[in-house]
């Protein structure tokens, strides 16, 4: 066996027990919040809000610890695969263990800071986060010319990051939805993104050719999923490449008509299916999500817009806001409350399918014969241009009896559809995430080659070195902690560990984009680079689909309670 490979081995397995060391304090820290947070075998939720810093430091840290252990698992398929067990570290071993390494700190960093708060004594850490071989793990691994080393290969990739190991289906779904964001949507972002533009037909067409919208839909209802298997992976990989052409213009276009086409098909009675499905596939209609309100946003229980029950149907009342393309939108997947009775709270919800003109501007109003109104304002953002969000209000807008989503049986369960609906966008936000990593990285390579400062270019220098090497690494870990988790997905698992990734990956696309901008100096801060819509475009990621501190303290921190007790039983 050869030196290197001797090398590579024992530094994989120095990351796995370092990596192992450190969860075993963050489970520590886990059984502590459980056991101040338990009423009568149960969590309470009251109790869990007194320890909100603690359950949100918690769920990030075992998303960072997630992280890892994927991107550990992924680095040794890597070199698996390659047939070669005797060279020296892969690239993507190098990112994985720069990534074990900086994930360790930084959940030593929390849970060092106050321990007492997470359950930990001064003899638990020394044998955990403070042992002599954690320590030197990542002490050999964050020495600043190991990183730099790391960097200058970086900088010759070309904005790569290593292997995607894909198979050969999502491979050829990842080649042509690149080419198609390279050819169609990079040369209309900007104009896009500067003017405030809706989204144009070319995208539009394009994509409704390529069936990018009957991704999630089973074939049976002309759909491109298999009527018998979930394809999470295919979506994934689609919303990445298009992403990285274009959050707003792109990414998210497949979003709204996944959420409407997993709703239908845990709710929907099989005429709306049939009805529905196939017309969702050809984006006639193109559709939008109404569920938030101005006043209650992940309190879905509270809701306010009221739908009353009239002849041959429902009079819809009330507003949301944030309704993401909804004045191009034929119909939007509408959340209202059907039982006035307020303290029935998620239990008196229904969800409907509220039809309405197509519209292109930034506002829209349409009065029905019987003189139902619906209207619309797009809201001014700052990013995350082209489909546009708005405000929308109904005034006695009616509904036909036909479009309560499940028939009469679906009255009051319309926030169980709603949470089906919503189950794929976390790993979904996820890859949007990592496609607008990949778009900031690969500008900021460019860039870095091309940017002179004092005779040489600045990846040249140490500092760049560094940030080129870190960003990779985050990049990496990103994408292949959200590829394993829709692999689960696939298999009908990692319900938590989707939340997670969303929770990660989100936060490090404000970092990742801050970085970018920064390696472009001043041109970062200007219009016309696009690294600065790319900035703008990842201060979304963390607010929508599950804005980050309900994820973390209602939905990861609860969960690891629950798993816990599972384990400790």
């Known amino acids: 066996m050869s030196e290197e490979l001797i090398q590579a081995e024992q530094l994989m397995q120095q990351a796995r027990r370092s990596l192992a060391a450190t969860e075993k304090a963050l489970n520590t820290a886990i059984k502590s919040l459980r056991e101040h947070t338990l009423v009568d075998g149960r969590v309470s939720a009251s109790k869990l809000d007194d320890y909100q810093l603690v359950s949100y430091d918690t769920a990030l840290s075992a998303a960072e610890a997630a992280g890892a252990w994927f991107v550990l698992d992924y680095a040794e398929r890597v070199r698996d695969q390659e047939g070669d067990p005797a060279r020296p570290l892969t690239l993507e071993e190098r990112c994985a263990l720069l990534f074990t390494a900086e994930a360790i700190e930084s959940i030593r960093a929390r849970l060092e800071l106050r321990p007492q708060d997470y359950g930990l004594t001064r003899e638990m850490l020394a044998k955990t986060l403070d042992s002599e071989s954690l320590q030197a793990f990542c002490s050999e691994q964050l020495a600043v010319e190991r990183m730099a080393q790391l960097g200058r290969a970086i900088s010759e990739m070309d904005g790569r990051t290593g292997a995607y190991m894909l198979d050969d289906d999502h491979e050829m779904m990842r080649d042509t939805f690149r080419r198609f964001a ?65 959050l707003g213009a792109a990414g998210s276009l497949i979003t709204r008509p996944e959420i409407l086409t997993r709703a239908l098909l845990k709710g929907g009675t099989e005429e709306q299916k049939q009805k529905w499905l196939p017309r969702l596939a050809e984006a006639n209609p193109l559709c939008a999500v109404a569920v938030t309100e101005p006043n209650y946003g992940s309190d879905v229980a509270g809701m306010r817009c009221k739908a009353t029950r ?146 040489n270019s600045i990846n040249k220098y140490q500092l760049t070195q560094v940030k080129l090497a870190r960003l990779a690494a985050y990049l990496l870990a990103s994408r292949q902690f959200t590829y394993s988790v829709g692999r689960l997905m696939d298999q009908g698992k990692g319900e938590m560990e989707a939340s997670m990734v969303k929770f990660f990956t989100c936060k490090t696309a404000e970092w990742v984009t801050r970085e970018a901008q920064q390696i472009h100096g001043g041109m970062g801060y200007a219009e016309e680079m696009p690294v600065s819509r790319y900035f703008l475009d ?18 990861i921190a609860r969960a690891l309670i629950d798993r816990a007790g599972e384990t400790s039983t």
Not at 238 to 243: A, D, I, K, Q, R
């Open 182 to 246: 390279n050819d169609v949507v990079m040369p209309l972002a900007e104009d896009i993104h500067r003017e405030d533009l809706i989204i144009p037909d070319e995208i539009l067409d394009g994509l409704t050719e390529l069936g990018c919208f009957g991704l999630s839909i089973p074939e049976r209802f002309g759909g491109l999923q298999a009527d018998d298997q979930e394809d999470n992976m295919g979506m994934i990989v689609v919303t990445e490449e298009l992403s990285r052409g274009s």
């Open 310 to 455: 009239t002849e041959g149907g429902w009079l819809i009342d009330g507003a949301k806001t944030w309704c993401t393309f909804g004045g191009k939108a034929g119909v939007l997947l509408l959340l209202a409350r059907t039982d006035p009775d307020l303290t029935k709270g998620h239990k008196g919800l229904s969800m409907f399918l509220v039809e309405k003109p197509s519209s292109d501007g930034h506002e829209f109003k349409h009065q029905q014969e019987s003189g139902g109104v619906i209207s619309g304002k797009a809201i001014s953002t700052i990013g995350y241009r082209g489909m546009h969000s708005y405000d929308v209000f109904f005034d006695n807008y009616f509904v036909p009896d036909e479009n309560l989503l499940g028939g009469p049986g679906g009255e009051g369960r319309g926030f169980y559809f709603t949470m089906a609906g919503f189950a794929g966008g976390r790993i979904q936000t996820a890859a949007r995430a990592v496609g607008l990593m990949q778009a900031a990285f690969e500008r900021a390579v460019s860039y870095a080659d091309e940017r002179q400062v004092f005779g």
């Open 538 to 555: 990842a201060r979304v990621l963390s607010i929508f689909e599950g804005v980050e501190e309900i994820l973390a303290l209602k939905v």
